[in-house]
């Protein structure tokens, strides 16, 4: 299955809405566009069980890609702010998995 998109929306010095939050899709993940500013807000709707969150790290070493994968944990209820992520270790296409669909992902530039 194809992964889901997921939009960045840029902030400036003026501030931002912040956009929709999209709810995580546990089964295909998410794809969102990486230009080395992308930041996520990551939410965990869930009242009583912390949640995970995993992006690809895919980066040539030798020649050779070599993927690895960053799990940040999400207590229940709360949020947490992830990034930035450098082009140069996860590439120009975030890959987003989620082990729940109660975290709830939002993209943002930074400036």
Known sequence: MPRGTINVTSSDRAGTVLPAATAGDSANGHTIVNDGRVMLIVENAGSTVARTVSIQISKPV??????????????????????????????????????????????????
């Not at 947490?80 to 120009?92: E, F, I, K, Q």
């Open 62 to 111: 030798d020649g050779f890609s070599a993927v690895a994968t960053r799990t940040v944990s999400v207590a229940a209820g709360a949020t947490r702010l992830l990034g930035p992520y450098p082009t140069a270790d996860y590439g120009p296409a975030l890959l987003v998995d989620v082990d729940n669909a109660e975290l709830k992902i939002r993209a943002i530039r930074s400036s």
